[in-house]
């Protein structure tokens, strides 16, 4: 893990990052699981340390009390080098949601996927993340609705599953091995139920009819380079990289499998959410308020910004998460692919619920109250914008 300043002069810190190439594909993958988990390790610890320190401290105690409800020091906010992440890269980027947050210090760390940031959260290491829906909703139903709170959307669409040129159909995928980004994933959850639609059974541990093997998206790209894999179900900029580099073709585009029944928005479905820890939002209001006012702040800005800056603000600030710029075709591809919105699309999560469970990566549980929305709706009524729903989910 390492941290660096940002151009805006707030904290970075990246987590996971991926460890320089080894003689073999299980060299990598095992070296990628030692990093990670140090880097968890170190998030948890700290989150901890603090947590204990305040518990034994009976001075700090009443200071903590008397904080609730003002503005927070400072705002610890994750997010990932993807694409579909591109509210987080341009608000940091811009500086709008540094901008917006006033005198709190903002702080950010980059994950490569959602479970790994659900623990950051959870031990206190981020107060704030940009993150995949299924992820989220199996934080809340392990913790029974007391861990996070949905606060928005960032994007919807953007992933897809590609495979190798010789694969035409679901038929031609038994034996085969797949990959997605990380077990729990929202992308390992849709991959896993829509096998599972097609008669196929599939295992957490990598067994069953289709073997799907969870790998950073880095590696999965060499992997499949190297012929070591069939296909992954991947979010953006990692699909169009598989087809534009490495020669894969879509066999299955996910916003194919949403007819907007469930949203009224056919072909849209959430990709990335904004969640934020519940006792911070709680503690500090008006805090998740300013963070909700840059993040509104960036989206609107994808959402009207010239295609050509709109590349270039992305790709330096992926340069800065992740290490490298994409090439325009991949990059313009991706944004093809995906449309940047603070809803939520809550109508969609007892479906993704209903995934999770199918998929063997959470409970069957009622997700009522996953959302509060209240901030967000606060924010877009000050800008002449329409109320978001929470679905009779949660508070609006």
Do not use: C
């Not at 296909?231 to 299955?252: C, D, T, Y």
């Amino acid at each position: 893990m390492s941290s660096h300043q940002n151009p805006e002069g707030s904290t970075r810190i990246v987590a996971g990052q991926t460890p320089k190439p080894q003689n073999s594909a299980g060299k990598r993958k095992r070296a990628l699981g030692i990093g990670i988990a140090a880097g968890l390790v170190a998030l948890i610890a700290g989150g901890a340390a603090v947590a204990s320190n305040l518990n034994r401290s009976p001075e700090a105690q009443p200071a903590a009390a008397a904080a609730a409800g003002t503005p927070a020091a400072e705002l610890k906010l994750g997010y990932f080098g993807n694409v579909t992440h591109a509210p987080a890269l341009v608000g940091v980027k811009q500086g709008f949601i540094a901008r917006s947050l006033g005198g709190t210090k903002l702080s950010t760390q980059v994950f490569n996927a959602g479970p790994a940031a659900i623990e950051a959260l959870n031990a206190g290491a981020i107060d704030a993340t940009y993150i995949g829906p299924n992820p989220a909703i199996n934080s809340f139903v392990k913790s029974k609705g007391e861990s996070v709170s949905i606060i928005a959307g960032a994007a919807a669409g953007g992933a897809q599953l590609v495979v190798k040129p010789e694969i035409a159909a679901a038929a031609d995928l038994k034996g085969k091995t797949l990959s997605t980004p990380q077990l729990g994933g929202t992308q390992d959850v849709a991959l896993r139920a829509w096998l599972a639609g097609q008669g196929y059974k599939t295992n957490t541990d990598g067994s069953g009819d289709v073997a799907i093997n969870p790998t950073e998206n880095a590696q999965t790209l060499k992997l499949f380079q190297d012929g070591k894999l069939d296909g992954a179900w991947l979010p953006e900029p990692w699909a169009s990289r598989l087809v534009l580099q490495a020669g894969a073709k879509v066999l299955v585009d996910e916003k194919d499998l949403w007819d907007g029944s469930l949203t009224g928005k056919p072909g849209e479905f959430p990709t990335t959410i904004l969640i934020v820890n519940k006792k911070f939002a709680t503690d500090h209001p008006d805090t998740v308020k300013a963070l909700l006012k840059g993040h509104a702040e960036s989206v609107a800005w994808l959402n009207s910004a010239a295609a050509d800056e709109k590349s270039s603000v992305i790709n330096a600030a992926l340069k800065e998460a992740s290490g490298a710029e994409l090439k325009a075709d991949v990059i313009e591809r991706s944004l093809r692919n995906i449309v940047f919105t603070v809803d939520p699309l809550a109508g969609a999560y007892k479906k993704l619920l209903e995934d999770g469970v199918k998929a063997g990566t959470t409970k069957e549980a009622d997700i009522s109250g996953i959302f509060d929305l209240t901030a967000l709706n606060s924010v877009t009524a000050e800008t002449g914008g329409s109320k978001v729903s929470a679905a009779g989910l949660g508070k609006e």
